[in-house]
T-cell receptor
Framework: GAVVSQHPSRVICKSGTSVKIECRSL??????MFWYRQFPKQSLMLMAT?????????EQGVEKDKFLINHASLTLSTLTVTSAHPEDSSFYIC???????????FGQGTRLTVV | DQQVKQNSPSLSVQEGRISILNCDYTNSMFDYFLWYKKYPAEGPTFLIS?????DKNEDGRFTVFLNKSAKHLSLHIVPSQPGDSAVYFC??????????????FGKGTLLTVNP
């Protein structure tokens, strides 16, 4: 099946710095990618929908200036956590879907720890 | 308002027996449903899906049943194996129209299969 690669798998950063997470579709073109966040023992929370060549659509309550999303090509979307704080520590996962009648493919996830 | 609900946070079964995971939804516009399996610190892995035009889909040990009138679906795993122990997420595809393929997830059910 299709593969979505997410990098890095783990990152530790200092408070106030920014961190970039990459999500690549390796064998298909993804006009739309999704970014999720998962808190411990909780569900996947959709943060934003990333559209190639246009601005991302953010879910209610997600700060777009805090979580910058760029979808510069059909195979790459990036999420940048700006001015990170300890409360941003979480597990971030991207996914891509070819069409609305097929499954979504997920990246491996990124464990972000802000110290 | 949670549109996809998994009311059982956990389920424990014996190896070889059947595991039944349940999911309810409230949005009658959902027309595509998926089950994902997730291990800690990994991205979800697609298991099986079902379109609203069907009431059953089977793939090996996994069968998904859909009851549209009750807005209920279930995942049956038989026989259950210790390697099936993971969190299982139910997801539904967003309403028809446009290029928005986002999925709405339930909170997950932790399945433990005991040897």
């Amino acid at each position: 099946g299709a593969v979505v690669s997410q990098h890095p798998s783990r990152v530790i950063c200092k408070s106030g710095t920014s961190v970039k997470i990459e999500c690549r579709s390796l064998d298909f073109q993804a006009t739309t990618m999704f970014w999720y966040r998962q808190f411990p023992k909780q569900s996947l929370m959709l943060m934003a929908t990333s559209n190639e060549g246009s601005k991302a659509t953010y879910e209610q309550g997600v700060e777009k200036d805090k979580f910058l999303i760029n979808h510069a090509s059909l195979t790459l979307s990036t999420l940048t956590v700006t001015s990170a704080h300890p409360e941003d520590s979480s597990f971030y996962i991207c996914s891509a879907r070819v069409s609305r009648d097929t499954e979504a493919f997920f990246g491996q996830g990124t464990r972000l720890t802000v110290v | 308002d949670q549109q996809v609900k998994q009311n059982s946070p956990s389920l424990s079964v014996q190896e070889g027996r059947i595991s039944i995971l349940n999911c309810d939804y409230t949005n009658s516009m959902f027309d595509y449903f998926l089950w994902y399996k997730k291990y800690p610190a990994e991205g979800p892995t697609f298991l099986i899906s079902i379109s609203s035009i069907k009431d059953k889909n089977e793939d090996g040990r996994f069968t998904v049943f859909l009851n549209k009138s009750a807005k209920h679906l279930s995942l049956h795993i038989v026989p259950s194996q210790p390697g099936d122990s993971a969190v299982y997420f139910c997801a539904a595809s967003s309403p028809r129209g446009g290029s928005n393929y986002k999925l709405t997830f339930g909170k997950g059910t932790l399945l433990t299969v005991n040897p």
